[in-house]
């Protein structure tokens, strides 16, 4: 089994900043906004770049470094199998546990919604880099 390398997991994990930039942009910013009941001079006020950007790209290391260690533990890497084991962690993970917040903090489903399709495109996009990668 050879686990992923830096530069795997490095690439990997600058992705959800690069889709985060748009999907929380001009994709879906003001959406998000709306839903959240903040404005732009909100997020400008208590914005701290080293928390979030610092904060955000560490936890994304580490995903997908678990991530990259489950593709190469099936010893069949590809990008094919990265995008299954993506989906399958998204959907196992991010998905059930993210649910918690709707059902217990009265987060909003479209909220929801719109954080768990990030989350999948991210996840997929992660396990096709790393499927690549270890193949």
Known sequence: MEYPTLWAVAVAAILPMLVGSLWYGPLFGKKWMEMMEITEEDIKASFNALKSYGGSFV???VQAYILGM???SLGDASWMNGVCI????????????GFQAV???????????????YNLIV???????LGLWAA
Do not use: D, Q, R
């Not at 059902?103 to 929801?112: D, H, Q, R, V």
């Not at 996840?123 to 880099?129: A, N, Y």
């Open 86 to 97: 993506g989906l399958l962690c998204w959907l196992g993970f991010t998905v059930s546990f």
């Open 59 to 61: 936890a994304s290391l």
């Open 70 to 72: 489950i593709i190469a």
């Open 103 to 117: 059902a217990f903090e009265s987060k909003k489903m479209g909220l929801y919604m719109l954080s768990m399709a």
């Open 123 to 129: 996840f997929v996009l992660m396990g096709v880099v």
